[in-house]
């Protein structure tokens, strides 16, 4: 099984700043994208950003310029720099691994972290 876990989450004031990061662990064979999404109350689960194994990004049209996803292969790592933080980024943010898990039956799946609160307000 592949474990993710976040960090990072909190409250801010509008204009600020604030950097998730999310690890993976456990039994990995290989990951081949990994990514943020976030849920607001009352809404569905959005895509944030994503970011392939070969550093291919790709970002929902609403933080486009104001957030900047990275990633380390080596440490299987993903991180997201949040600049220009609105009242509408406030949402449960969500780590996710498309991964192969290690051991003898080995299945790609898509994995999820417990999430982390980021909260936008003055």
């Known amino acids: 099984q592949v474990q993710l876990v976040e960090s990072g989450g909190g409250l801010v004031q509008p204009g600020g700043s604030l950097r998730l990061s999310c690890a993976a662990s456990g039994s990995i064979f290989s990951i081949y994208a990994m990514g943020w999404y976030r849920q607001a109350p009352g809404k569905q689960r959005e895509l944030v950003a994503t970011i392939t194994s070969n550093s291919r990004t790709n970002y929902a049209d609403s933080v486009k310029g104001r957030f900047t996803i990275s990633g380390d292969n080596a440490k299987n790592t993903v991180s997201l720099q949040m600049n220009s933080l609105k009242p509408e980024d406030t949402a449960v943010y969500y780590c996710?691994?498309?991964?192969?898990?290690?051991?003898?039956?080995?299945?790609?799946?898509?994995?999820w972290g417990q999430g982390t609160q980021v909260t936008v307000s003055s």
């Open positions: 996710f691994a498309d991964a192969t898990s290690g051991g003898g039956v080995r299945a790609r799946l898509g994995y």
